[in-house]
Each structure stands twice: as structure tokens, then as C-alpha cells.
């Protein structure tokens, strides 16, 4: 019964498909059913196998809802059609469904710009997992930084176990913003960094420079002020001015994202 | 007459949906209950959780669940009952219900609630399993019956001679959804009023209201409509065998204001006395969250 529902043919086709008859014959798959006075055998098999993709993709549209405006109506059934070919429900929840969207679209390059709709499911697949972060049990220093001009190299911050750090090759969340604004996005590859992270329930998305990102990294690794200074100085081949130390510092205070540590 | 569980009766209760989150924070609407769709809250930590806690604490909440796939023949998952379990706890739900059918085989999930043929193979392994199931909640489980679109040919028995029997075999409880007994009645063509008759009376635990929708060939349960009157008949039938039970509304599809959706629930008081102040069963009180 399952391989029938899940297979996206016509029912007369599904039923005769080898993943549906090695568990049994087509004709004895319409005998093992009753006609009702309405529906023969295998329409009434239909009604679960015309239902199955539906939900499939309204799981998958609640967790994409950017994907799904860049593909629109059609072109996102194929999709959720495709991939659930390849990534069924393996979970209780649907929670879980949408895990290798990204991946698969990388991999795929059917539906569209595989580069780009990588980075856009990338970064709605990181709004969803921002959301359901668990920070109960995890301690959180409520005190914002000091500012303590002494020993400043050797100083530690504390960072919210919602955050989340992305490096994308185009402007994944300018996209997303102009998906959900009913506009087209721009799909040319333009470096972009963002920070994800949750206050009071909401996520919410920093647009990061890339120097920015790599010391929050850093910082949020545990490393100290000094070795989190170097090492986003090499990841971007030159050290970071006082000016962008001073900038990103204030942008990180203000949004929650730094603590005592 | 009171079910055989001793379980109380919680009144007229909704569905926790998304879409009403804010409202019933904010406005703490005059409801006797509500149920939470287990896999929505299991394994969230952020606004969900949030909100299902703050429910609780001023609720009576029940948990039902769609994945438990009770009659398939993949091993139950001890680690998604143990979570149920512990949400349960957590939300001090006063039961945990889910479905008599498979949900998929091989590891898979179809998410959607498919029939099983209703004979005595079956019988003995559905029993089986709920008495494992049952033994990892801590309680006994509650089980609601679907609506289906088709019949097997190796069925011996009706799904309400099926019921009755494993309700009492496996010592568990019932959610009769007399809007699934409706569906089913017509795409079967069997009688609603005999089907009701059949089932132990007191092992009806709660009950749930719904619509649906009139494909022409057959009904469909979709959740998305008030009521009919054929399912209300049907439901004034039952609960005058049963006795006041909890009873929820369930719209899942196009939903309305809570106040249209409590309003429709709320019909329900025409077939049955509103909770008593003296039966109100109050959510314990918890020590707020630091």
C-alpha cells in the first residue's frame, strides 16, 4: 500500500510499479480491496495517494516559504515531488523532512540556479533550526560587556546558543527579504555573511561584513579578544581596523550577541 | 456514568493551532481544555515549547499524537514514546491519545493515518502493542478512530466489533470521532447508529467533533468546515450512551478566529451540561519560570 501512495504515476501505474509489485501483484492489489457502491478497488487506493504529495508539500512550503516563491505553484510540486523521491519521512515529525533540501539542491540543478537556491534554502533551513534551538538547561550570563580597557587581549565573551554564523556566495537574505516582499530577488553570486539568533521567540537575521563574521566565530568558539583578533585576521588576509573592531563590537553589543563571559 | 478510568471529564475544549498562539496568551480565553498535536511540541525549544508551558499552566491539556503508527509492523520507537511520555509529564496532560492505523513501513512515514483490515491476526498484534505502549507512557492509551477510504477483503470483522474488542483486550481508551464514524459510515456503507452501539460506553474517554467535505464519490476528513447536521445526530446518540465526556473541536484547515472556532465547539453544549464549577479541573499551579 505504502509504495503505491508514495509513487507520484497515476494509480493504474503505480500499482503495476516494480517497487509496489515485489511486495505484491497488481491484480492481486485490486483484489485485496473492496469496491465500494461509489469507487472501484484502486480509486479508493488513490484518495491516500492523492493526499500524500499534498502534504509533502505543505510541510515542505512552511519550512521554504522563499523556495517556494522562487519556483512558484508548479515548479515547487515538481520539486517537493523530486525530492521526497529521494528523502522520504524517515521521522515522526515533519520537523525533520526538509534536512536535505539544501544539499539536494545543490546536487540537482533541475529547478533552477543550483548555487543560489543552495544558499537560499541554506539560509531558510537556518531560520527553522534557529527557531526550535532548545536554551533550556543553558546557562546564560545576562550582564552585557564591560568595558575594561585592560587586559582586553586575554577577555572571553559568552555568545546565545541560538546563534547561528553563515557565509553565502550570493544575497541569500536580500533574496529572502524580497521573496517575501512578492519581488524578484537577485540571483547573481555576491558574497554575503549573516548571523541568526533568537531574542524572546523571534529570529532574527544580522547582515554581518565578512571580517564581522569571522571574529564573531571566533569569539563564539570561546577564543579570547586577542586570539579571536588574529584569527579573523587571517581568514581575511589582513588585520581588521580599529574602526571595524569598534564598528562590529557596537553592532554585536547591540543586538544581544556578545556577553560576559 | 464515568469512564472506566476514573479519568475526568474536561469539558468543551479546541485544538492549540499556530494561528491562535498570540490570542490565547493574551487573552486567556474562557476554555475548558485543550489538545496539543503531540509532534508539534516534542521536539521544540523555542516559541511552541513556550507556549504550550504557559498553557498548561492555566489548563487542562491532553496530547494527540499522529505518528505512533500502533497497527504497522515497523517495532514501536521506544525513543519517540519515551519523549511523548515526558511531555506529557511536563504539560501534566491528562491523557495521551493517538490513531488505529499504520502511518507507514520500512522506516517511512507517510504522515497520513492508513486502515488496517480489521481481523484477528490484526487484533492480536494491535493488542500487543498498546499494552507496550501503554506500559511506556505510565498510562493507559487512547485511541481514536479514523476515517478510511477503503476496506481490505481479508477483514473478518466490522472496525466497530474490531474496536470493541481491542479497547477491551488491550485495556485502553477511546477518542470517538463521531465525524470519522460519519465518514467512514458513507464511504463504507455501513450504519453510524450501529456502530456506535457496539462500542463499550464506558471506555470512551473524549470525544472529537469535526466537519468534512462531500467529494461526490466519497467524504473526505478534512478538518476545514463547521459541523454537519447528520454528525451532531450522531454525536447527541453517543453521548447519551456515554454520558458527559471531554469533547474538542478540531479545525485544522482554513482556520478561523478562535472565537468562530470556540463558538462552533461550543455547540456541543446543546447535547451535553457544561463543566460544572465543581467539576472544573483547575491545571496545577507551578512555580513560575525563573
Known sequence: MQAVIVHPGAVEKAVRARSATRHMKAAEARRAILPSKTMAPLERLAVYQGMYPLRMRDALEADYPGLAAFLGHERFFDFVLAYVAVHPSRSYTFARLGDHVPEFLRRTRRFGPAPFLYDLARLERAVTEVFEVDEEGSERPSRPPRHVAEDWESRRFATPPTLRLLAFRHAAGAALDALKAGKRPETRPHATWAALHRRRYSVYRLDLTREELHLLGALAKGRTLGAALRAAARACGKPLSPRAVTRAFRIFTAEGLLREG | ?290
Open chain 2, 1 to 290: 456514568m464515568g469512564d472506566r478510568f476514573g479519568l475526568p471529564d474536561l469539558g468543551v475544549g479546541v485544538g492549540l493551532r499556530t494561528v491562535h498562539f498570540g490570542h490565547v496568551l493574551s487573552k486567556a480565553p474562557e476554555v475548558d481544555f485543550f489538545e496539543a498535536l503531540t509532534e508539534n511540541f516534542l521536539d521544540t525549544g523555542g516559541r511552541p515549547r513556550h507556549i504550550l508551558d504557559r498553557v498548561s499552566e492555566r489548563y487542562p491539556v491532553v496530547l494527540h499524537g499522529v505518528s505512533m503508527s500502533i497497527g504497522g509492523t515497523d517495532p514501536l520507537d521506544l525513543g519517540y514514546l519515551k519523549k511523548v511520555k515526558a511531555l506529557a509529564v511536563r504539560t501534566n496532560a491528562r491523557w495521551v491519545s493517538d490513531h488505529l492505523c499504520f502511518t507507514g513501513v520500512s522506516g517511512r512515514n507517510t504522515h497520513d493515518l492508513l486502515p488496517l483490515p480489521y481481523n484477528e491476526e490484526t487484533l492480536r498484534h494491535v493488542v500487543s502493542r498498546v499494552k507496550q505502549a501503554s506500559e511506556v507512557l505510565g498510562q493507559p492509551l487512547v485511541l481514536e478512530n479514523p476515517s478510511s477510504y477503503l476496506e481490505f477483503r481479508s477483514s473478518t470483522m466490522s472496525e466497530a466489533a474490531f474496536f470493541a474488542r481491542l479497547l477491551v483486550d488491550a485495556d485502553c481508551g477511546m477518542l470517538l470521532d463521531v465525524n470519522n464514524v460519519y465518514v467512514s459510515s458513507v464511504n463504507h456503507g455501513f450504519d453510524p447508529i450501529a456502530y456506535l452501539d457496539a462500542l463499550p460506553a464506558d471506555r470512551v474517554v473524549q470525544y472529537h467533533l469535526a466537519g468534512h467535505t462531500d467529494k461526490g464519490t466519497h467524504l473526505l476528513d478534512t478538518h476545514s468546515a463547521p459541523m454537519v447536521k447528520d454528525v451532531w445526530k450522531l454525536y447527541a446518540h453517543a453521548i447519551a450512551r456515554t454520558g458527559p465526556r471531554a469533547t474538542l473541536y478540531e479545525w485544522d484547515e482554513d482556520i478561523p478566529d478562535f472565537a468562530t472556532v470556540h463558538g462552533e465547539a461550543k455547540k456541543a453544549l446543546k447535547y451535553r451540561p457544561p463543566l460544572a464549577r465543581e467539576s472544573r479541573v483547575d491545571a496545577p499551579r507551578r512555580a513560575a519560570r525563573a
